[in-house]
């Protein structure tokens, strides 16, 4: 199982976070996690309940990560493995994460999906989510699976929809012309693109649209 201890930065307030495997007993903060991470017009159906959270740790608990600062879950990051085609990407979070329950998970799956990633707002300004990220890169690395992907949502598309599709959107993003919320982020940690997933989540922000995205482990060849 995983643990890390690591400061942190609240402006010039230093804090120490531990990154963990969570637990049964961090349910309740788990779903507090959700609802803030996730307001409305987020699809509340979407959010995660204790089923869901329970078979998080009976399929694959090394994928159910937690940070925490000063006692207090600040954020988590859910994954499994899947078996990763290069052939057609075509994909939803329903089908592959069985609607967040991960009865799809594959032990054997050479690749670690991203199933959730969210850190509270008022801990947004710690570079938490990039924290839970490297973690999940050394699991990729011990573990030697040959990357880590998943859909990044695409927030700022919202506003520009009515101007360009969402690969131009993302090309945009991608070129620096324009910010994402999520997508920047997660070029900021490390992922790189793959293709724009049309339908793959009801989301009415990125007009239900993601970025795939990968982080290839430099330890496995090309």
Known sequence: MYYKEQFVFKGDEVKKAVVRNYRKEDFGAMIDIQRECFPPPFPNELLWNE????????????????????????????????????????????????????????PDGNSFYIVDIGIKPAFRKME???????????????????????????????????EMSAEQYAGKVLAGELKDPVITFLMRAGRTPVAVIEGYLEDEDSGDHALLMEWKNPFIGK
């Open 51 to 106: 089923q869901q959270l329970s078979n998080h740790l009976e399929y694959y608990p090394e994928g159910a990560l937690c940070v925490e600062i000063d006692g207090e879950l600040a954020g988590s990051l859910t994954g499994m493995l899947v078996t990763y085609d290069l052939g057609d990407l075509r994909h939803t979070w329903e089908e592959v994460t069985d609607r967040g329950y991960i009865t799809t998970h594959e």
């Open 128 to 162: 938490l989510g990039r924290l839970l990220l490297q973690s999940v890169y050394e699991r990729v690395v011990e573990d030697r699976l040959e990357r880590v992907i998943g859909g990044g949502r695409m927030p700022g598309y919202k506003r520009f929809a009515g």
